[in-house]
């Protein structure tokens, strides 16, 4: 079991909270030493692990899942903990991975209870680690729930404004979609099974195809709207201005770049992958849907005032292109999706990295009592611009890479009702580019607001290495997207198999 | 010609903006200044071989039988989307990308020199030569593009260089929106190329791969460009409120080309652009970016003439857009503003050459793409001379210190060699002979005769006006009264250092030869020469209405006199109108501010609020609710409970009583 | 005249009536423990009653009522505990003024 390179995803962060455990309350330089340890090597595992894949595949290796393992858990049930990934997991792996990493940076001065707020953002990692290898749906949905629980104590906790509030509204909403989620599954396991025992295993289910028609339009409901309310679906986005406003900002990193593309991931591995002839069907009820978050999300984020509720909504609008990209199940458009989460994860984590950043200096989110920082603090104000050309779209940027391969996938899907969406869509371009340029404008640009600001310092070294990580990362995809590119697509063919099969 | 020399094209600027990017803070002013200039000549001496190779070696790739052939020199795949829709990056070198070539690398150079002495003592000065290498850099890899989507690509990446130079002074709040405006109006016109590119590939790749467009990529141009009916015919038929699915989908392409290059009615950016650095309106916002929408229909010329509705509209907006440019530029004060609308109005100009050029032989004309040749022609001389008045410009606002020809007057004495260049770039805006200006106009105008004498006349009314407000400015600035402050004044207006005289004088003598270039010879719509030659009455009636119109200018302002306030006075609603130039700006604003911002936003924003979130939040009221209205029953009471206990014992047992009968 | 079941059964239902009567409406809370021992006591009355007249020969109901008696003391060794000590606590037996087990 141990000889599984990707059961050490769990092992590793459960290894860093034992770690964690063991180290005193306040010890800040056994922890810092804990956390950079493990986000490390996971690191380094991730890249290794897409590195051996890559090789795998290379080599002819063309089973759908590589480095898969499968070891019963409890029996009556036919429960597995099983794992396996495939080009898509690869990448979601590396890029929570890299998250992890810039995120222990980013809250390298955290405050109060250090060694606790580490533990429960490890007890995340796991969770998150967990749902993107397991291809056991019911493990998967375990670790699910694994990572949203922290959320609940590390926004109530750690957070700011009203953060009882907040953390109440997110956990509720979610653990209301995981109940849905929960039916959904538990539908999908029955159906699928033979003789009375229920088939959990995502592979075997696909390749059985067995679920009726009818029972998969109601499975499909389920499924997509609770894999959608993570995924900040209209009208199922509301936790998510709240929740990463009061967020602090390891957590807001976290969960925007890696939570919310649980969401995605699972849409379109269970409720698509596995219910294909629904998805045929109903997609068009969430294109609706999709399509009403790209624009709203980008419309209402051009009004706010705070920072983190602004990024917030442009999370509803972009996340909410992921989801229209995977509904239009054609191979360019999913694919696009898979990068724009890959792209949005990145981004966002930038995104909320440097507002944590900005805010701990000014003690302000409000853009209206801001000005100028460019000026007294240049390196951050550079990286703010930065993040905001790449979720504009700007070309050398993953965004713009993910974005166009939505919008020329979603356009081959040639009926006037999907086009009137698509295009729908593209206008989200210009109304990013309003907002994006309006933050940066008034906060970035322009004269100094507060004189009390002039006194600031610009980043120190843990900062400048966790937004350079990600910077690098983002700068790399938009430059050389197609080996990505190319892994995903490849990924989609069964999955675009079992969608043609069941028109 | 191997691939070295123009992958080092493109790469050497993008290093430079690397380094000067991230190194730029930690070197001095000089160090950075000469790095950028150095590794600017560099470039235009590379460009200058690659284009002279490909004009005069006559080399069997770059000339065939007397015809110049298009050459990917390389094409590398950076993105597939599916099969046919592939996205490469590459080289393309045929008359115009050559041309351009030229122009943009010598406009780069003599800004990068110029700047050396007009941003001197600007914090950023790192910065700022960054960013000019990264202009460079897109404008480039925009002409060379070999597919529409790497155009697309690099059209953004200009938008953005343009985005950063206009803000560059980014402490003032103008620049900082004037950029902000310049970038989303760009961008809401790209909004319309990507729809036009995703309409166009669409049918191009939906077309079987084995048929008459092969297995190229559907953005390749030169896969389009020579088989404009199998993309036509690749359309099946498909229509659009009765226009050809092509007709829209190039006709939406050319908005992009709206977009960048301020045709009416997204030419708002551009006034408001002259926020930015002299200089980089000089190279950015007169003689390279704002053509890439001029360029963007040569590139595309075949596939327009197939659909030759989207030529009539590309005249249409290019002939209205000149001449409200023009009459605007007549009521303005600000001399960068003046030149603005000039450059807006004469790339109209090109524009309406090119709607009026077409590919296959009209009858009763001799050339029938005299106008591809002219509006290209009168690109590049544009380029030089305005570029050349925009420099000129920089040299006189960095002497007075402000924008205003109010604040000028009687300059001539003070600054000679600013008059003299200036004087050359305003004769040959005006199309005097023998300045560049003349030839290219006079192309152009002969090609609009050609099509309909209506563009014609209309197109040389415009070019009186070109010469009216041109002049006016000259006067107002060089004659007129001298300001009485520079008597009195310790600083002395003065011309500017040897860095910046010297591209105006270079800048100068390339507009009173250039228009001997043998242009036809070198850049046609098809590769086979044309032999340029003057035609007669078109040449003498628009010299005809330049002398007339200089003449009037000269009566009006060399010399201080009221009659330009009186005939101002005459006609205060009209001046008025032409000042705030026909209140455009306040449309636009009315539109985003009052109605998409306060009413959609707020309204989407109050909707988010008060009915998602309220909805939510009532969700958890109710429940509250309830659990307050049944913790009642909990009352502490063991009696109560007693009583509870019995009711429900009884109705238990009434129902059992019930159902067992 | 016989002495049919319903001789027995029907001073039970009486019984446990009267207790459940006396639960609801006194306030004493000796009184309610008098009550409850009323309604345990009519129940054990059944489980004789019902043992000698349906099974007579076998002693499951005797010995049942047996333990529910045994289990009756002890409970209200414990209910008079819990009293007395109330009593000590807010100075009366009544069972309105205790409000405290709720929510």
């Known amino acids: 079991m141990f000889s599984n390179l990707l059961i050490w995803f769990v092992i590793v962060p459960i290894i860093m909270m034992a770690g964690l455990a063991c180290c005193g309350n306040s010890n800040m330089k056994a922890i810092r030493a804990v956390m950079v340890t493990c986000s490390t090597v996971l690191l380094g595992m991730a890249i290794w692990l897409v590195c051996e894949f890559l090789r795998l595949r290379g080599a002819g290796d063309t089973s759908e899942m590589l480095f898969q393992g499968s070891w019963m858990w409890y029996e009556p049930l036919n429960i597995h903990l099983a794992v396996g990934v495939d080009g898509i997991s690869v990448l979601m792996l590396l890029l929570s991975a890299i998250i992890v990493f810039a995120g222990t940076f980013a809250s390298w001065k955290i405050s109060p209870l250090p060694k606790n707020f580490f533990l429960w953002f490890a007890l995340l990692s796991t969770g998150v680690f967990g749902f993107f290898i397991s291809i056991d749906m019911f493990t998967m949905f375990m670790f699910y729930e694994v990572a949203l629980i922290p959320m609940y104590l590390l926004i109530g906790v750690w957070g700011t404004g009203r953060k009882e509030y907040s953390a109440m509204k997110l956990t509720l909403m979610l653990m209301g979609g995981s109940a849905f989620l929960m039916l959904g599954l538990l539908g999908i396991a029955w159906h699928s099974g033979s003789a009375g025992v229920p088939e959990w295993n995502i592979l075997q289910i696909a390749h059985n195809n067995s679920i009726d028609p009818s029972w998969q339009n109601l499975l499909f409901c389920f499924t997509f709207v609770g894999f959608g309310v993570l995924g900040a679906m209209f009208p199922f986005h509301t936790w998510s201005p709240d929740g990463h406003a009061c967020a602090p900002t390891a957590v807001s990193m976290l969960h925007a770049g890696v939570l919310m593309k649980l969401g995605g991931y699972g849409c379109f591995r269970i409720a698509i992958y596995l219910l294909p002839s629904a998805a045929q069907e109903l997609s068009w009820i969430f294109i609706i849907l999709t399509g009403i978050s790209i624009v709203y999300g980008a419309f209402s984020a051009c009004v706010q005032t705070d920072l983190k509720y602004i990024n917030a909504y442009s999370s509803v609008s972009h996340c909410g292109m992921v989801l229209f990209a995977i509904l239009m199940l054609n191979q360019t458009a999913m694919t696009g999706g898979i990068l724009q989460m890959l792209s949005h994860g990145l981004m966002t984590a930038l995104f909320f990295a440097l507002i944590g950043m900005i805010y701990g200096r000014t003690h302000t989110r409000d853009i209206r009592q801001m000005g100028g920082l460019m000026k007294i603090m240049p390196y951050l104000g550079v990286c703010y611009m930065i993040a905001g050309f790449a979720s504009l779209g700007l070309p050398g940027m993953s965004g713009f890479v993910a974005e166009m391969t939505i919008f020329f996938g979603a356009f081959e899907d040639s009926d006037l009702f999907h086009r009137i969406f698509v295009i729908a869509a593209t206008c989200s371009i210009v109304i990013t580019a309003v907002y994006i340029l309006r933050v940066v404008g008034k906060l970035i640009l322009g004269p100094v607001q507060d004189e009390h600001h002039l006194s600031l310092t610009d980043a120190s070294w843990w900062e400048r290495l966790s937004t350079v990580t990600l910077i690098v990362c983002l700068a790399g995809i938009g430059f050389f997207p197609n080996w990505i590119n190319e892994t995903i697509q490849n990924s989609f063919v069964p999955i675009v198999n079992a969608l043609q099969a069941a028109i | 010609m191997g691939i070295t020399l123009p992958i080092l094209i493109l790469a050497l600027p993008f290093t430079m903006f690397l380094i000067l990017g991230i190194g730029g803070v930690k070197m001095s002013r000089k160090l950075a200044g000469t790095l950028g200039i150095l590794a600017n000549g560099a470039l235009a001496v590379m460009a200058y071989i690659v284009a002279f190779t490909y004009f005069f070696s006559g080399e069997a790739q770059f000339i065939l039988d007397g015809v110049r052939q298009q050459v990917q020199l390389f094409d590398v795949t950076w993105l597939a989307f599916t099969e046919r829709m592939v996205v490469n990056i590459g080289f393309l070198l045929d008359p115009i990308s050559a041309m351009m070539l030229v122009v943009i690398t010598t406009i780069s150079f003599m800004v990068h020199l110029y700047s050396w002495g007009y941003m001197e003592h600007e914090p950023g000065f790192q910065r700022y030569y960054a960013f000019l290498a990264l202009f460079t850099f897109s404008m480039l890899g925009l002409v060379v593009a070999t597919n529409i989507f790497q155009m697309y690509i690099f059209w953004e990446l200009v938008g953005v260089s343009s985005y950063l130079l206009i803000g560059f002074f980014y402490k003032l709040p103008s620049a900082v929106s004037a950029s902000k405006k310049a970038f989303i109006v760009t961008r809401f016109a790209d909004l319309f190329m990507l729809i036009g590119i995703l309409v166009l590939s669409y049918y191009v790749s939906h077309t079987p791969a084995d048929g008459p467009l092969g297995g190229a990529s559907a953005f390749n141009f030169m896969m389009l460009n020579a088989q404009p009916t199998n993309v036509l015919a690749s359309t099946l038929g498909a229509t659009f409120l009765s226009g050809s699915v092509l007709t829209w989908a190039m006709i939406l392409i050319f908005v992009g080309g709206m977009g960048k290059s301020a045709m009416l009615p997204l030419h708002i950016w551009l006034p408001d652009a002259m926020e930015g650095p002299t200089p980089v309106s000089a190279l950015i916002h007169a003689a390279t970016m704002v053509v890439a929408g001029v360029y963007l229909v040569a590139r595309f010329f075949p596939l327009y003439c197939i659909v030759p509705d989207s030529l009539t509209f590309i005249t249409v907006v290019g002939a209205i857009t000149a001449f409200y440019a023009a009459v605007v530029a007549c009521a303005q004060i600000d001399i960068k503003r003046i030149l603005a609308f000039s450059t807006i109005s004469q790339i109209a100009f090109m524009m309406v050459a090119l709607g009026c050029a077409y590919n296959e032989p009209i009858e009763g004309v001799h050339y029938s793409g005299l106008g591809y040749m002219a509006g290209m022609f009168h690109l590049f001389t544009h380029a030089m001379f305005k570029a050349l008045l925009f420099l000129g410009a920089g040299a006189l606002i960095h002497a007075v210190h402000s924008n205003d020809y109010t604040k000028m007057g009687g300059l001539r004495k003070y600054m000679p060699i600013t008059h003299i260049t200036f004087l050359i770039g305003c004769l040959a805006i005006a199309g005097i002979w023998p300045f560049s200006g003349f030839f290219s106009k006079d192309e152009m105008l002969a090609a609009m005769f050609n099509r309909h004498w209506f563009w014609g006349a209309w197109m040389t009314m415009v070019a009186g006006l070109t010469a009216f407000y041109m002049f006016r400015m000259y006067y107002l600035v060089f004659w007129w009264e001298e300001n009485p402050e520079y008597k009195t004044s310790h600083h002395k207006p003065h011309d500017a250092p040897w860095q910046m005289s010297l591209p105006l004088i270079i800048l100068a003598a390339v507009s009173c030869v250039a228009g001997f270039i043998p242009f036809g010879e070198l850049v046609t719509y098809n590769g086979e020469p044309y032999h340029i030659h003057i035609e007669a009455p078109v040449a003498a009636t628009s010299l005809t209405v330049a002398v007339l119109a200089i003449g009037l200018a000269t009566a009006m302002y060399v010399k201080k006199n009221p009659w330009p306030t009186r005939l101002k006075n005459m006609f205060p609603a009209l001046w008025q109108a032409a000042h705030r130039r026909f209140y455009w700006d306040e449309i636009y604003m009315f539109i985003t501010h009052n109605i998409i911002f306060n009413i959609i936003c707020r309204g989407i924003a109050w909707f988010d609020r008060h009915i998602i979130d309220g909805a939510m939040d009532g969700m958890a009221a109710v429940t509250n609710w309830c659990s307050v209205r049944i913790k009642g029953m909990q009352s502490g009471t063991v009696t109560a409970y007693v009583r509870w206990y019995f009711i429900g014992a009884v109705l238990l047992a009434a129902i059992t009583w019930i159902c067992l009968l | ?103």
């Open chain 3, 1 to 103: 005249m016989d002495l049919t079941i319903l001789w027995y059964i029907v001073p039970s239902v009486i019984m446990f009536c009267a207790g459940v009567y006396g639960f609801c409406t006194r306030k004493n809370m000796i009184a309610l423990l008098i009550s409850l021992e009323l309604m345990l006591n009519s129940a054990d009355l059944n489980f004789i009653v019902f043992n000698r007249f349906l099974f007579p020969g076998t002693m499951d109901g005797m010995v049942f009522t047996l333990f529910a008696i045994a289990i009756a003391a002890a409970e209200t060794a414990v209910a008079i505990a819990i009293i007395i000590n109330i009593y000590r606590e807010i100075g009366n037996t009544d069972i309105t003024s205790v409000k405290q087990m709720k929510f």
